[in-house]
């Protein structure tokens, strides 16, 4: 059914091998390998290549690499195997580095915001530091205990209560990673757009085949919705995702201008 070409061959092995060895040895490499904040102790800059080999569990794995397993192989046979590997490589890595930025910056407010209350705690800054970052964490219990500290404002217990609940959300915030192939897999999703616009697909839970250029203009619209409006334990990159394309896009380009064509 699928033509497998050496590139994507040797992807899929080595993905699933990385899984399969974090099963059988019941451990993660996602603390060591997977792109952690770099306020954080564990971030290291290998990360940014490596994540893009780990996944979370079996289901992520399946998802990333049959997006590869059915588009990858005709990118590679027009490109070639070094082209393609070095378009993975580098939409992977880009897509990666973006997301550090991006992130950088979300986790530099949150840090600034920590170190300000913790030097100097009340409650109205604390009411401003739940709303901006504790959505995610029991917002019904930080309100009923931010009411309390309120009326009880002179109290150092409430005080020293309050910055400990900072400094947990501040830490919770800053202390996850993220891993996946997906930056390089939206980036291969692109690449198949923009070279096979009018190649009809046809997918699992739509009756009716639609156009590449079509379904790929979809998928960035809804990871767009998605970040914009992410909802409470999305846990999904959708920042990532769009990296990778944007990343996809400008190698593209690159290349069209050097060569007057894709190809």
Do not use: C
């Not at 070094?82 to 930025?101: D, Q, W």
């Not at 009411?127 to 002179?154: P, R």
Request: aromatic share 20%; no cysteine; glycine share 8%.
């Amino acid at each position: 059914m699928f033509q497998l070409t050496p590139i994507v061959k040797n992807i899929l092995i080595i993905n699933g091998i990385i899984l399969f060895l974090e099963f059988i040895l019941k451990i993660s490499f996602g603390p060591l390998f997977g792109v952690h904040s770099i306020y954080s102790d564990s971030f290291f800059i290998f990360q940014y290549v490596t994540y893009m080999w780990l996944h979370a569990d079996l289901w992520h794995l399946i998802s990333n690499m049959f997006a590869v397993l059915v588009f990858g192989p005709m990118l590679e046979r027009v490109w070639g195997a070094k082209r393609f590997l070095i378009f993975y490589l580098i939409t992977g890595i880009g897509a990666g580095l973006l997301y550090g930025v991006a992130d950088t910056v979300d986790k530099g407010s949150i840090k600034k915001d920590s170190i300000e209350f913790t030097a100097n705690p009340n409650p109205d800054d604390f009411y401003i530091y739940i709303h901006n970052y504790g959505k995610d964490f029991n917002i019904v219990e930080l309100g009923e205990f931010a009411d309390t500290y309120f009326d009880n404002a002179s109290n150092s217990n409430y005080e020293s209560n309050a910055v400990s609940i900072v400094n947990g959300i501040y830490n919770t915030r800053t202390k996850g990673f993220m891993r996946g192939a997906s930056g390089a897999v939206f980036g291969i999703l692109l690449a198949f757009a923009m070279l096979f616009p009018n190649t009809e697909l046809m997918l699992l839970f739509f009756p009716f085949p639609i156009k590449a250029k079509y379904l790929v203009f979809a998928y960035a619209a809804w990871e767009v919705y998605s970040e914009i409006f992410k909802r409470t334990g999305d846990n999904v990159s959708h920042f990532t995702h769009l990296s990778g394309m944007l990343v996809a896009f400008l190698i593209l380009k690159y290349w069209q201008r050097q060569r007057g064509n894709f190809y």
